[in-house]
């Protein structure tokens, strides 16, 4: 696609309910990166893929998050039993591979825990 | 990644004064960039420096890397009202997570 894209663009959820929010990166972009955004606060590491591999998942905050990429393309974040402290953006980034390429960002899905 | 320390958190200027924000770090830094976050919109990649010394302007934006590669500058010359945002600095690539410095919220009053 033209860009990253992710869905939904918003989610509300009752607490305790799972949710799965979605980044569909550019195309042959093998580097994909998942992050956390609260309101007026910087962007929290989650997890990163290369390709369907995830050598870094130190920023998943429990074990109630998990990650998976398939076929190196889509990637679905996955939040279970989720709590009111989850709210916040989350943004997921590609990029092809090497250190000195730039990341593009989608616009996020926002998700309200009530 | 590299772990980086961003400064100031938020900085408050009226319009028409320069703003700098400052990324340092205690490694050599292979590459920086720069990006940019609008209120309510995404990070939109700036710039890229990656040799020892380097500066580089875009209009009224002058970004520099350290001669030892462990600091970097973006400096705003007569700030705009569509210069409000948070600017962010990365570093890091390879094999690790790309690790984002806090970031400066630039606000401005007219």
């Known amino acids: 696609g033209a860009g990253v894209s992710q869905s939904p663009s918003n989610k509300v959820t009752e607490k305790g309910k799972d949710v799965e929010l979605r980044c569909d990166p550019i195309?042959?972009?093998?580097?994909l990166y998942w992050y956390r955004q609260s309101l007026g606060q910087g962007l929290e590491f989650l997890i990163y893929?290369?390709?369907?591999?995830?050598?870094?998942k130190s920023g998943l905050p429990s074990d109630r998050f998990s990650a998976e990429r398939t076929g190196g393309s889509v990637s679905t974040l996955t939040i279970q039993r989720t709590q009111q402290e989850d709210s916040a953006v989350y943004l997921c980034?590609?990029?092809?591979?090497?250190?000195?390429?730039?990341?593009?960002f989608g616009q996020g899905t926002r998700l309200t825990v009530v | 990644g590299q772990q980086v320390m961003q400064i100031p958190q938020y900085q408050h200027v009226q319009e028409g004064e320069d703003f700098t924000t400052y990324c340092n770090s205690s490694?050599?830094?292979?590459?920086i960039q720069w990006y940019k976050q609008r209120p309510g919109g995404h990070p939109v990649f700036l710039i890229q420096l990656v040799k020892s010394g380097e500066v580089k302007k875009q209009k009224r934006l002058t970004f520099q890397f350290g001669e030892a590669k462990k600091n970097s500058s973006l400096h705003i010359t007569a700030t705009q009202t569509t210069d409000v945002g948070t600017y962010f600095c990365?570093?890091?690539?390879?094999?690790?997570?790309?690790?984002f410095g806090k970031g400066t919220h630039l606000i401005i009053q007219p």
């Open positions: 990365l570093s890091g690539g390879g094999a690790d997570g790309l690790t």
């Open positions: 195309s042959g972009h093998t580097a």
């Open positions: 893929f290369q390709g369907n591999s995830a050598p870094d």
């Open positions: 980034a590609s990029r092809q591979q090497g250190s000195a390429t730039e990341a593009f």
């Open positions: 490694t050599t830094l292979s590459n």
